[in-house]
Nanobody, 117 residues
Framework: VQLAESGGGLVPPGGSLRLSCAAS????????MSWYRQAPGKERERVAS????????SYTDSVRGRFTISRDNAKNTVYLQMNSLKPDDTAVYYC???????????WGQGTQVTVSS
């Protein structure tokens, strides 16, 4: 099971980024997917989650209305569209897969997002 994030980078405040997380070697549609982030000196926090079917989402309060999580099961990929970015959104962003069958969890290596002028 492998997860590979991409799409991070440096963006000015108010800008947008779309993160991608490509999954391999497992039945993607049997996994709920989430995005987490960890800023320097802070604990890792859950940002957004998406059910295995794609019909249920949840967001942490600080990103609700600005971020959108989505998935393409045909491409084994989950996305995080981030709009109206703020300096407080600066962090390493990780995707996580959780099996709806075994509850096993898998993490990607992370991608850096820096919001700065």
């Amino acid at each position: 099971v492998q997860l590979a994030e991409s799409g991070g980078g440096l963006v000015p405040p108010g800008g947008s980024l779309r993160l991608s997380c490509a999954a391999s070697e497992f039945i993607f549609r049997r996994y709920a997917m989430s995005w987490y982030r960890q800023a320097p000196g802070k604990e890792r926090e859950r940002v957004a989650s998406l059910s295995s079917s794609g019909d249920s989402t949840s967001y942490t309060d600080s990103v609700r209305g600005r971020f959108t999580i989505s998935r393409d099961n045909a491409k084994n990929t989950v996305y995080l569209q981030m709009n109206s970015l703020k300096p407080d959104d600066t962090a390493v962003y990780y995707c996580k897969a959780r099996s709806i069958v075994t509850m096993g969890e898998y993490w990607g290596q992370g991608t850096q997002v820096t919001v700065s002028s």
